[in-house]
């Protein structure tokens, strides 16, 4: 039971820090931005001294949004790893098939219920 309730607080905190940062809209200009940089190298219209600025803009945008993925990446395991170390099957829960629905379930049910409330 005690599992349950830690995987309920565990999936809200994680959900909250996702839309705090923005993850979909990140990942969103990550893809965009690489998809930029093949099409401004290939250009033959654009002078070289733009093509350099707008690499080096670009470039800058991908390091900021990657670091920010991987650093909350690493801070969702890091969690996960200190609640392992409380509830010692914590992990071995949440990787398997049971865990995994639950997960699931709590996630769409607070979504929803976050966007009802808004």
Do not use: C
């Not at 290939?42 to 920010?68: G, P, Q, R």
């Not at 949440?94 to 379930?105: D, N, R, S, V």
């Amino acid at each position: 039971m005690i599992i349950h309730i830690i995987l309920i607080i565990f999936t809200i905190i994680i959900i909250e820090v996702l839309i705090l940062i923005e993850l979909v809209d990140r990942l969103k200009n990550l893809k965009k931005n690489i998809i930029k940089i093949p099409i401004i190298l290939i250009s033959k219209k654009k002078s070289d001294a733009w093509k350099e600025t707008s690499i080096k803009k670009y470039s800058f945008k991908l390091l900021i949004n990657s670091l920010v993925i991987l650093i909350s990446i690493f801070f969702i395991l890091l969690g996960i790893f200190m609640i392992n170390f409380i509830k010692d099957d914590f992990f071995n829960y949440i990787i398997g098939f049971k865990g995994f629905l639950e997960i699931a379930f709590i996630a769409l049910i607070y979504l929803f219920v976050r966007k009802k409330i808004q």
